[in-house]
């Protein structure tokens, strides 16, 4: 059985930076590709960025480009998301993802950025 733990969520104020850490419950190499997602309250789930395990290809929403990044550490099964430059409109609960044809899904983790 799959498991992910996101860590590093809090609040932060506007123009602030988080370090979300996913760590896997075994190898990263396993899987295709690991991501985070975000969802607010009252919207659908949306992807923030993935990157691939084997190139380490990544991909971002345009509402983050720029200001997110994200990384893995095959050798200790974690990926992680670095966000600066924070905005209100980027607080969210987010969710760490893997992907190998099946999808599986951490718990979330909230994060609150004030005005």
């Known amino acids: 059985q799959v498991q992910l733990v996101e860590s590093g969520g809090g609040l932060v104020q506007a123009g602030g930076s988080l370090r979300l850490s996913c760590a896997a419950s075994?190898?990263?190499?396993?899987?295709?590709?690991m991501g985070w997602y975000r969802q607010a309250p009252g919207k659908e789930r949306e992807l923030v960025a993935v990157i691939s395990i084997i190139g380490g290809t990544t991909r971002y929403a345009d509402s983050v480009k720029g200001r997110f990044t994200i990384s893995r550490d095959n050798a200790k099964n974690t990926v992680i998301l670095e966000m600066n430059s924070l905005k209100p409109e980027d607080s969210a609960v987010y969710y760490c993802?893997?992907?190998?044809?099946?999808?599986?899904w951490g718990k979330g983790t909230q994060v609150t950025v004030s005005s």
């Open positions: 075994g190898s990263l190499l396993s899987f295709n590709s």
């Open positions: 993802n893997a992907d190998r044809g099946l999808r599986y």
